[in-house]
């Protein structure tokens, strides 16, 4: 049975960092492009970034909104994914679920910005 | 960016109906659109990809139709269970982008 689990959300201050965590088993990981999808009631489902197998040298991809500030990176020895978050701001404020070519899905983490 | 604008907002309808939830493209998608479904704090389910492939598990009173810009979710006869937000997913071109969704409630 494929798993996802999300962890790392919190409330934190605008400015700050935070660090999310998708722990996965069921599937071969080592070969999979992974995704990070955010959701509000503001914007929506958002795409955010995703990372591809090594076979790809691991290459990441960002939408405009979190390039420069989110950084995606992959553990294949631990079959997680990972979403390192700098210079937060309000508009980050989601759920943030990581997804594999958008078939499965975890149950979320939220992320909440906010002084 | 594709932008897919997603009708309508809110659906009320009855067990039995058939409903229909549109999806138009800002450009074309060459069919690689999904659907999925959404319950209250529960993650996105796929229940149709590239446009008319039914996922595996999923009930076939759900359908997908469509081409180029213009795109259609189809349940055949409500069930109690369908009730529920429905999105739309163009992953033809970077970056994919959803649909703003369909609340689907009970007339």
């Known amino acids: 049975e494929v798993q996802l689990m999300e962890t790392g959300g919190g409330l934190v201050q605008p400015g700050k960092s935070l660090k999310l965590t998708c722990a996965t088993s069921?599937?071969?990981?080592?070969?999979?492009?992974m995704n990070w999808v955010r959701q509000s009631p503001e914007k929506g489902l958002e795409w955010i970034a995703r990372i591809k197998p090594k076979s790809t040298n691991y290459a990441t991809e960002y939408a405009e909104s979190v390039k420069g500030r989110f950084t995606i990176s992959r553990d294949d020895s631990k079959s997680s994914i990972y979403l390192q978050m700098n210079s937060l701001k309000e508009e980050d404020t989601a759920t943030y679920y990581c997804?594999?070519?958008?078939?499965?899905w975890g149950q979320g983490t939220l992320v909440t910005v906010s002084s | 960016d594709i932008q897919m604008t997603q009708s309508p907002s809110f659906l009320s309808a009855s067990v039995g109906d058939r409903v229909t939830i549109n999806c138009k493209a800002s450009q074309n998608i060459n069919k690689y659109l999904n659907w999925y479904q959404q319950k209250l704090g529960e993650a996105p389910k796929r229940l149709i990809y590239?446009?008319?492939n039914l996922q595996t598990g999923i009930p076939s009173r759900f359908s997908g139709s469509g081409s180029g810009t213009d795109y259609t979710l189809t349940i055949s006869s409500l069930q109690p269970e369908d009730f529920a937000t429905y999105f739309c997913l163009q992953h033809n071109s970077f970056p994919d982008t959803f649909g703003a969704g369909t609340k689907l409630e009970l007339k």
């Open positions: 069921g599937f071969t990981f080592s070969t999979a492009w």
């Open positions: 997804t594999i070519l958008y078939v499965y």
């Open positions: 590239n446009t008319n």
